[in-house]
């Protein structure tokens, strides 16, 4: 559902159905911009993206969507340092102004 709304945005997505997909992304392509994950996945949640991304030190945002969510969601997902929250269902034109903004975020500043 959510990559069908991605297609004006000017990057390329792969998909990672769980923690051990997302963990093989991102150790076999060095330029991940942004990880969008799902609040629970089969083998872990949000926190365990989150957390992976951090250890490798990539520069990658993490933009978690959940079905439910509530401030107190909000507010740890971002205290915990990811870049938003996208409660489901979301609008297309959302969708696409997180992610370029998650993007712009991620590449280095030029110089």
């Known amino acids: 559902m959510l990559l069908s709304k991605l297609e004006s945005v000017d990057a390329k997505f792969l998909a990672a159905e769980n923690c051990r997909d997302a963990r093989t992304v991102l150790r076999d392509q060095e330029d991940v911009n942004v990880i969008v994950t799902d609040t629970t996945l089969t083998d872990g949640n949000w926190c365990d993206v989150l957390n992976h991304v951090s250890h490798l030190g990539s520069r990658a945002n993490v933009v978690v969507t959940s079905e439910v969510g509530d401030e107190r969601l909000w507010s740890e997902v971002l205290w915990r340092g990811a870049y938003d929250l996208l409660i489901e269902p979301v609008e297309t034109r ?6 370029e903004g998650a993007l712009r975020a991620s590449r280095p500043a030029l110089a």
Not at 94 to 99: D, I, L
């Open 94 to 99: 959302e969708v696409q102004q997180v992610m």
